[in-house]
């Protein structure tokens, strides 16, 4: 089945406790963008947030790592209720093996996320102990960046080398994931869309009549495509 993991950054924090409570029944992840401004060109959300979340949280909360030292934040990620850990591979020379084994100690799972230029074979040695890929499709940073489409055969070859292979990953994408993407990102072989403004918290004020509006534009387009199991 598809799943979705909702982009934390996105929502309306006047709102936090309505929100989480609702999301809780119909979403399948919770993502939460770490950025250190270094990395990345912006400064977001912390394990403090991480904490506040799993406080309400019923889904698994998913601390996707934008920073140049994630040795540093996963143990306070963990601490706070993260149950996956997603790292950049661009972050993880000579240390990725303690971080999988660091993560794996607290019962969670493990994540690679990939930039839009980075490619697979930067994996190669640890991608086999991936519980799941997220694949960027837009330049990281900031919400609401331009898709871009030749990331498509990257998420096609993701589905292809698991199969090769055998590897268990899901593939997850993350970035304008909306109704104008929807259908060739499924097509491709994403099963895990993460939602943010344009695709889920900007479609309505309301985030019950916003989530009905983002399924039934996304049942629309991936119609065609069907559903893998």
Known sequence: MYG?????????????????????GV?????VDIMDGHFVP????????????????????????????????TPLCLDAGAGYVSVHPETVGGK?????????????????????????????????????????????GFSGGAFVRTILR??????????????HYSIEVDGSCNEHSFHDLAAAGAEIFVLGNTGLFGLDPDIETAWKRMKEKFDAAVADVGIRG
């Open 154 to 167: 990257k998420i096609e070859t993701l589905r292809d080398l698991r199969e090769k292979e055998g590897f």
């Open 4 to 24: 979705f993991a909702l982009s934390l950054m996105c929502m309306d924090l006047r709102k936090f406790t309505r929100q989480i409570e609702f999301l809780n």
């Open 96 to 140: 990725v093996f303690r971080l999988i084994d660091a993560i794996r100690a607290k019962g969670a799972k493990f994540g690679i996320s990939l930039n839009p230029e980075t490619s697979i074979a930067a994996t190669e040695y640890y991608i086999g102990l991936a519980d799941k890929v997220t694949v960027m499709t837009v330049d990281p």
């Open 42 to 73: 912006n400064i977001t959300l912390s394990p403090l947030f991480i904490e506040n979340v799993s406080r309400l949280a019923k889904k698994p909360i998913d601390a996707h790592l934008m920073v140049e030292r994630p040795e540093l934040l």
């Open 27 to 31: 979403a399948d992840f919770f993502h």
